[in-house]
């Protein structure tokens, strides 16, 4: 679908907005609605409505599977992280509020990494799962 | 959306079906949001009406696109989600009315979520993140372990790329 000018036009001008909306929805989370799933969700769907118009090989390209493996395993590390984070500076497993001398400074700082885990690993499987069926479709042509 | 729902009963083509679903996820957004539950609304539009849409096309790329007329009469069943749809329509008149500020759920722990010791707006990501903190991390851990079992089933053997050919 490359030669497609309405879709490449439409994708120029989407997909930063979608991007752009995933991060969006992942930092307001705390005061509208959204959160890390969500964000993650969205960008994985940015990248994969890229894929749909240059194909998969350049999507892979731009966005490899290192990458997204990493992501993937990242995400739920970070959220761990936080956790041990908690247990280090003395308070319980996944207590953010030792996480900063204020007790409600330190659970902002807990929810934003915890999302940040989470959009990490949303985004990462769903991108994997989506190379895994589309690379498999490709080899059968 | 009764009508996508019946569609994708009768329908054969898997390829409409998968449409019609697409279609199904988006109408039960607009519910959510009708019902106040942006954040999942949000999500199914996200990943039912668009991840899981292309995902299922993808899959459907590797099958044929037609249904399998089924072996046995469909009656049992039918009969068996009818009965269940009933009983929890039937269990559903016993719940307080929707918003109902007296309701059971709203007198236990929600006046602590609201009140809101996080101090984060949006009290859906301060139950999420904060109070249920291990939930949500059980959670990312199953999307970690989805996307590994998905990794596991589907890489392709660097011996053998033609015996996994054959099997799909």
């Given at each position: 679908m490359k030669n497609d000018l309405v879709l490449r036009v439409l994708g120029r001008l989407m997909i930063p907005a979608i991007l752009l909306f995933a991060l969006y929805v992942q930092f307001h989370g705390d005061f509208g609605p959204g959160g890390g799933f969500q964000a993650g969700v969205i960008a994985a769907a940015g990248i994969i409505f890229y894929a749909l118009i240059h194909g998969v090989a350049a999507t892979r390209r731009l966005v490899p599977d290192g990458v997204v493996e990493t992501m993937v395993a990242s995400g739920v590390l970070i959220y761990a992280g936080v956790g041990l984070a908690?247990?280090?500076?003395?308070?319980?497993?996944?207590?953010?509020?030792?996480?900063?001398?204020?007790?409600?400074?330190?659970?902002?700082?807990?929810?934003?990494w915890v999302e940040v885990g989470v959009a990490t690993t949303v985004c990462g499987v769903m991108l994997k799962i989506f190379y895994m069926f589309a690379s498999r479709g490709n080899s059968e042509d | 959306m009764a009508i996508s729902v019946v569609a994708i009963v009768v329908t054969r083509n898997l390829f409409s079906v998968i449409v019609l679903s697409g279609a199904y996820s988006f109408l039960m957004a607009t519910v959510l949001v009708a019902l106040d539950a942006v954040d999942v609304a949000m999500t199914e539009a996200a990943v039912g009406a668009g991840v899981s849409t292309v995902l299922l096309l993808g899959a459907l790329h590797l099958c044929k696109s037609e249904e399998a007329k089924p072996v046995h009469k469909p009656w049992l069943p039918l009969a068996v989600s009818v009965s269940t749809g009933a009983l929890l329509i039937y269990g559903a008149w016993g719940l307080p009315d929707f918003g109902d500020p007296d309701a059971p759920i709203h007198q236990n722990v929600v006046p602590r979520y609201m009140e809101n010791e996080v101090d984060v707006p949006n009290v859906v990501t301060a139950v999420l993140a904060s109070f249920r903190g291990y939930d949500t991390l059980g959670e990312t851990t199953v999307v970690f372990t989805a996307g590994a079992g998905v990794i596991a089933l589907l890489r392709r053997r660097k011996k053998g790329p033609e015996k996994t050919r054959e099997k799909a």
């Amino acid at each position: 679908m490359k030669n497609d000018l309405v879709l490449r036009v439409l994708g120029r001008l989407m997909i930063p907005a979608i991007l752009l909306f995933a991060l969006y929805v992942q930092f307001h989370g705390d005061f509208g609605p959204g959160g890390g799933f969500q964000a993650g969700v969205i960008a994985a769907a940015g990248i994969i409505f890229y894929a749909l118009i240059h194909g998969v090989a350049a999507t892979r390209r731009l966005v490899p599977d290192g990458v997204v493996e990493t992501m993937v395993a990242s995400g739920v590390l970070i959220y761990a992280g936080v956790g041990l984070a908690g247990l280090l500076l003395g308070g319980h497993y996944l207590d953010y509020s030792v996480l900063s001398h204020d007790p409600v400074h330190g659970q902002h700082r807990g929810i934003f990494w915890v999302e940040v885990g989470v959009a990490t690993t949303v985004c990462g499987v769903m991108l994997k799962i989506f190379y895994m069926f589309a690379s498999r479709g490709n080899s059968e042509d | 959306m009764a009508i996508s729902v019946v569609a994708i009963v009768v329908t054969r083509n898997l390829f409409s079906v998968i449409v019609l679903s697409g279609a199904y996820s988006f109408l039960m957004a607009t519910v959510l949001v009708a019902l106040d539950a942006v954040d999942v609304a949000m999500t199914e539009a996200a990943v039912g009406a668009g991840v899981s849409t292309v995902l299922l096309l993808g899959a459907l790329h590797l099958c044929k696109s037609e249904e399998a007329k089924p072996v046995h009469k469909p009656w049992l069943p039918l009969a068996v989600s009818v009965s269940t749809g009933a009983l929890l329509i039937y269990g559903a008149w016993g719940l307080p009315d929707f918003g109902d500020p007296d309701a059971p759920i709203h007198q236990n722990v929600v006046p602590r979520y609201m009140e809101n010791e996080v101090d984060v707006p949006n009290v859906v990501t301060a139950v999420l993140a904060s109070f249920r903190g291990y939930d949500t991390l059980g959670e990312t851990t199953v999307v970690f372990t989805a996307g590994a079992g998905v990794i596991a089933l589907l890489r392709r053997r660097k011996k053998g790329p033609e015996k996994t050919r054959e099997k799909a």
